[in-house]
C-alpha cells in the first residue's frame, strides 16, 4: 500500500502554520517582502503590460536589494495605465504591480460610472517607489520597511474625472460608520471595499486607518500580514 500524502495545496498552509506557531526560524520580514515581489511577475511581465495598453518605460533589473534592504526587482515608470488613466507624477512600481492595474482600474471605472456618471481619466499620487520604514498605526508590528520600498505600493490623493469636480480624499472622504451623503463619498468607499473584496489589492489603507492616511489611499499588493 502506498504511503499516504499531503494534497498539494496543504504544503503552503503547512508552511505558514509552521510559522504561526513558531515551529521554525524566519527570515526578516524585510527579505520575505522583497522574495515575494520578486516572484510576483515572470520574465514576460512588461510584454504583457504593453498588450494590456499601458504607457511606461522599462527600469533597469534589481538582481537584489540595496543596502537599506530595498528595490524594485522589475521597475517600470508608468505614465498611463490600461483604460487609459493618465498617473501624475508617474508610478515608479514594480511591474507586477503595474499589471494588476487593470484589475484595480476596472473597479475604479466601474465606480465612476455608477456614482460620478463619467470616467476617471487621471489620478493624482503621493507618491509610489520609497526606501523607507511604514509610518503610522503599522509601525509596531510591521518589522520595518513599507511596501513601498519595493515598488509594491502607491498612494491616491485624488481622482479626476472626463466631466465634473475632482474628488480628493482628504476632502471627500467619509470614515466608516456614516453613510455618504455625496456621490464623491460614495465613489470613495466603492473603490476602497470593492479593491480588497474583488482581491485587486491586498491593502488598501485609508482614512479609516489612522490619520498618516488622512488624505490618501495607500494600496499595495504586499503579503497578508501573518506571512
Same mark, same amino acid.
Given at each position: 500500500m502506498a504511503p499516504a500524502t499531503s494534497p498539494e495545496w496543504a504544503g503552503p498552509w503547512i508552511e505558514h502554520l509552521a510559522d504561526a506557531a513558531g515551529l521554525r526560524e524566519r527570515p526578516p520580514r524585510a527579505q520575505r517582502q522583497w522574495n515575494h515581489i520578486v516572484a510576483a511577475a515572470g520574465a514576460d511581465c512588461r510584454d504583457a503590460l504593453k498588450r494590456a495598453g499601458a504607457r511606461f518605460q522599462s527600469l533597469p533589473d534589481t538582481e537584489?536589494?540595496?543596502?537599506?534592504?530595498?528595490?524594485?526587482?522589475?521597475?517600470?515608470?508608468?505614465s498611463r495605465g490600461p483604460t487609459g488613466i493618465v498617473y501624475s507624477p508617474p508610478l515608479q512600481v514594480d &511591474? *507586477?504591480?503595474?499589471?494588476r492595474l487593470a484589475d484595480m482600474e476596472r473597479v475604479i471605472q466601474e465606480?465612476?460610472?455608477a456614482h460620478l456618471s463619467s470616467q476617471i481619466? =487621471?489620478?493624482?499620487?503621493?507618491? *509610489?517607489?520609497? &526606501? =523607507?520604514?511604514?509610518?503610522? =498605526?503599522? =509601525?509596531?508590528?510591521s518589522?520595518?520597511?513599507s511596501e513601498h520600498s519595493?515598488?509594491?505600493?502607491?498612494?491616491?490623493?485624488?481622482?479626476s474625472p472626463k466631466r465634473g469636480r475632482a474628488i480628493s480624499v482628504l476632502r471627500d472622504y467619509v470614515l466608516h460608520g456614516e453613510d455618504p451623503s455625496t456621490r464623491e463619498g460614495r465613489f470613495l468607499r466603492g473603490v476602497s471595499r470593492r479593491l480588497r473584496a474583488e482581491g485587486a489589492a491586498a491593502r488598501v489603507l485609508g482614512p479609516d486607518f489612522d490619520a498618516s492616511h488622512r488624505d490618501h489611499l495607500h494600496i499595495d499588493c504586499g503579503t497578508p500580514r501573518w506571512y
Open positions: 537584489k536589494p540595496n543596502k537599506k534592504g530595498c528595490g524594485i526587482p522589475h521597475g517600470v515608470l508608468l &511591474c *507586477s504591480l503595474a499589471l465606480e465612476a460610472e481619466v =487621471r489620478i493624482n499620487t503621493l507618491g *509610489s517607489y520609497a &526606501c =523607507r520604514e511604514v509610518v503610522g =498605526r503599522m =509601525r509596531p508590528w518589522e520595518g520597511l519595493f515598488g509594491n505600493a502607491f498612494d491616491i490623493a485624488r481622482f
